[in-house]
T-cell receptor, first 112, second 118 residues
Framework: DSGVTQTPKHLITATGQRVTLRCSPRSGDLSVYWYQQSLDQGLQFLIQ???????AKGNILERFSAQQFPDLHSELNLSSLELGDSALYFCASSVAPRYEQYFGPGTRLTVT | AQTVTQSQPEMSVQEAETVTLSCTYDTSESNYYLFWYKQPPSRQMILVIRQEAYKQQNATENRFSVNFQKAAKSFSLKISDSQLGDTAMYFC???????????????FGKGTKLTVNP
């Protein structure tokens, strides 16, 4: 158990819908990262937050957004879902940038 | 942009034997970090080992050790005394060390699927 929690574990939804994935970092960790794992793209970085502020963006679609709250938990919002958004979404946290990242168990999103 | 290449899509090893997984990377930076992550069938991503580029000494964690060749941009993982529980996908990952104007994101290779046979 890494100490990073993600909810829900599984999510099945229809095209065009909107979902919210939630992540709670390890106690004391200020940095949160979101990654997407799909069969064709592999593991891709989406977005990074540090202490409530957005720090970097990766290959994140405009239909996706995220935020980190004052209690340091983070949410990833995915809207206008398409079949290709089906993937495993990981949240990771680290005590600070450039430290080891510890991953949550992931949220399996299936878009039908 | 940094890239990470794992040239062995699949490997297998007998229990108690030693196996080495290969990883090469491409970067123009001199300060960076390298990692190996393990993803068992449960899909959890588990940190196995970390190496700082400025350290000449190779990192070790119990049965796991790395061979870091900075000039060759090579970062292989050696698993000694392989156990059935080592069966998993193994991902090599790169993180840049400089933070100005950049991100501490992990750049992953495509992974190597390792099967440990009894």
């Amino acid at each position: 158990d890494s100490g990073v929690t993600q909810t829900p574990k599984h999510l099945i939804t229809a095209t065009g819908q909107r979902v919210t994935l939630r992540c709670s970092p390890r106690s004391g960790d200020l940095s949160v990262y979101w990654y997407q794992q799909s069969l064709d793209q592999g593991l891709q970085f989406l977005i990074q937050y540090y202490n409530g502020e957005e720090r970097a963006k990766g290959n994140i679609l405009e239909r996706f957004s995220a935020q980190q709250f004052p209690d340091l938990h983070s949410e990833l919002n995915l809207s206008s879902l398409e079949l290709g958004d089906s993937a495993l979404y990981f949240c990771a946290s680290s005590v600070a940038p450039r430290y080891e990242q510890y991953f949550g168990p992931g949220t399996r999103l299936t878009v039908t | 942009a940094q890239t990470v290449t794992q040239s062995q899509p699949e490997m297998s090893v007998q229990e108690a034997e030693t196996v080495t997984l290969s990883c090469t990377y491409d970067t123009s930076e001199s300060n960076y970090y390298l990692f190996w992550y393990k993803q068992p069938p449960s899909r959890q991503m588990i940190l196995v080992i970390r190496q700082e580029a400025y350290k000449q000494q190779n990192a070790t964690e119990n049965r796991f050790s790395v061979n870091f060749q900075k000039a060759a941009k090579s970062f292989s993982l050696k698993i000694s005394d392989s156990q059935l529980g080592d069966t998993a996908m193994y991902f090599c990952a790169f993180m840049r060390g400089l933070t100005q104007g950049g991100s501490e994101k992990l750049v992953f290779g495509k992974g190597t699927k390792l099967t440990v046979n009894p």
